[in-house]
Each structure stands twice: as structure tokens, then as C-alpha cells.
């Protein structure tokens, strides 16, 4: 009797038992931002150079140009930021060149894509910072909806704001959510009766990223050629710095309090 057949199928069978799907259940996750500079050039693969080597004079000619430089490391986290408070004022900032004087500039945590490294500041870093097609507008919000946007950015336990905003907001531990418990706009109490003039990008003033009260303005400016792109004016505004002999600076300072 030929038992090839047999054996063939048992072997068949064991092997589809041994790729089947386990269950695996996901009881952690961790990660971290890994900063790749010049330590990971110290012992360069010579094949490797060789090969990439025209294509890296095509991408440092692109990416290469110093647009200025920046005191110290600065990277974005809640509830504030170095970084985060100086992409806020830089808004703040271009608005001069749109005939706008704004009262305050948001910028979203989650727009903020990479750190910027002590030194200088090239225009790949720049790019790296603010890939995104987003521009930036002016609104108009009621001294209601204002509140109602730093409650907004409250609960989300902080954004990036510019100088003069004064929130001081309590979190839950269990939620993860804060709570707004004070707002001050330049030394005042917001004026539920007042108009305040915002500037920001257009992704917000759509509402997204939880900051819905943005989509409530009135008098909109949002000019859509890509001149007025983020990553153009924080370029623009690292330039003007650098023309000046000014190294860019920012620092923590107290925009955002958690209780």
C-alpha cells in the first residue's frame, strides 16, 4: 500500500494548524522621537555614499539652505511649548503683511511634525516642522466664542497660543481632559461682549482638532495661493531674524498653566 499520499496530506494539515492565526492582544505601547544628526554618520558605509551620492547633491541643494538659526532644541508638547509658542507668534507675526492686526494666533500641537535642533535651521528642517498644505486666515470671534475656544483648547489640555493669552486649566487624571478655570487676553478678562480678531490656519478654521468654536468667526480672510503657506512664513520670519544678526529664541513661559 502506498502511504505517500497519506503523509503528504497529515504534513499538509500540520502545517496550515502551524500558520494559523494566534491571538495576540496588545497590552502595551510605548514610543519616542529619535533625533538622527551627525552621530549616525561616524562610520558611513562606502557603497552606500557612492550610490546615494548624486541624489543627495539634488536633495541638499533643495533642503540644504540655511533660512536662519535657533538658540536651543525646541520641540512641541502640552499643555505649552518652546516651539509651539513660537509657531503661535510667528502668525502673529505675518500678519502684518496681510493688513491684519490679531489679538492671537493659534496653532495646532497635532500640525507641529518635528523639532527644531540648536543651530541652524535649514529649509529640509523647516519643511520637516510644517509639511502640511496649510495656510494662514483671519476670523473674527464674539468675546462668547472666544470663550468657548479656550475651553476648547482646555479640554484638549493645551495648543500652541501666542504671547498674551493667559489660560489656567485643571485636568482629570482619569480622563486625560482638562477643564478651563481662567482666561486673560493681554492683562484683561475676555469680554463676552467684545470682538477679537484671531489669526490661524485653515485646517482649524474648519473646526477640526477639536477646536470647533474657530468655525463660528465671521469676516474670514483666507488667501489660497501657496505663497501663504505656514512653511513659507516661518521661512520668511527665520530670514528676516537672520538679516537682522538675531538668533530665534522662545521659551515656556507661562501661556498655559495647569492647576
Known sequence: MNKKPLFSSVFAILALVSCAPKHYQVVNVERTRIIVDSRYDQNPDPAAVKFLEPYKRVNDSIMGPVMGQVAHNMHAQRPESDLSNLLADI????????????????????GIR?????????YG???????????????????????????QIAYRGGEGVSKGLELIIEMDEQTGKGKLISARLHGKEIDPEAEYRITTI????????????????????????????TRFLIMNYFKDKMSRGEIVDSNVEGRIKVK
Open 125 to 151: 528642517d523647516v519643511l520637516d516642522v510644517a509639511p502640511f498644505e496649510n495656510k494662514i486666515c483671519f476670523t473674527t470671534l464674539s468675546g462668547t466664542q472666544m470663550l468657548e475656544l479656550c475651553e
Open 202 to 229: 485653515n485646517y482649524l478654521l474648519e473646526g477640526n482638532d477639536g477646536m470647533p468654536a474657530l468655525r463660528l468667526g465671521k469676516n474670514i480672510i483666507a488667501p489660497q495661493e501657496a505663497s501663504n503657506n
Open 91 to 110: 502668525l502673529v507675526w505675518a500678519a502684518k503683511d496681510y493688513g491684519e492686526q490679531p489679538v492671537l494666533g493659534i496653532y495646532n500641537m497635532g
Open 114 to 122: 518635528a523639532d527644531l535642533t540648536k543651530g541652524n535651521v535649514t
